[in-house]
């Protein structure tokens, strides 16, 4: 992480900043430009201060947010680990039913084995053409 970011003690943001935030950049973005050279355009200064004067919170959610993504990827990469050692590696076979031959699995959905090669990336097959 960015040892700046790490710096601010702001609290991090609420929906409702993050609303007001996104109700202002639209304003700014859709209000009427004055014409080069005619002077000031004092309505997106104003919002721009009043947008960088909010971006502390804004920051540490971000950071937060980042900081939790982070920890569930390592989280999920150590499950799939733990997946691969427990499941069969060898491919399912399927019978006329819609079972699987190879690992004895009759419920009529997919075979546990197969899905877990999936969830480990060691299939071929997409992740969203296995049912759940």
């Known amino acids: 992480m960015n040892p700046l970011i790490d710096r601010l ?19 700014r973005q859709t209000h009427i430009h004055p014409q080069p050279g005619s002077g000031e355009d004092l309505y997106c200064l104003n919002l721009t201060s009043w947008l960088g004067e909010r971006m502390g919170p804004i920051l540490v959610r971000l950071r937060e947010a980042e900081r939790r993504l982070a920890a569930a990827d390592e989280e999920a990469a150590g499950m799939r680990s733990v997946l691969d050692l427990l499941s069969d590696d060898e491919p399912c076979s399927l019978g006329v039913r819609g079972t699987c031959m190879q690992h004895g699995w009759t419920q009529g ?4 084995h197969g899905r877990a090669q999936v969830l480990i990336g060691a299939s071929d097959v997409p992740a969203e053409a296995v049912a759940r």
């Open 9 to 27: 003690t702001h609290t991090a943001a609420d929906d409702k900043l993050i609303e007001q935030l996104a109700d202002a950049v639209l304003d």
């Open 109 to 112: 959905t997919t075979c546990p």
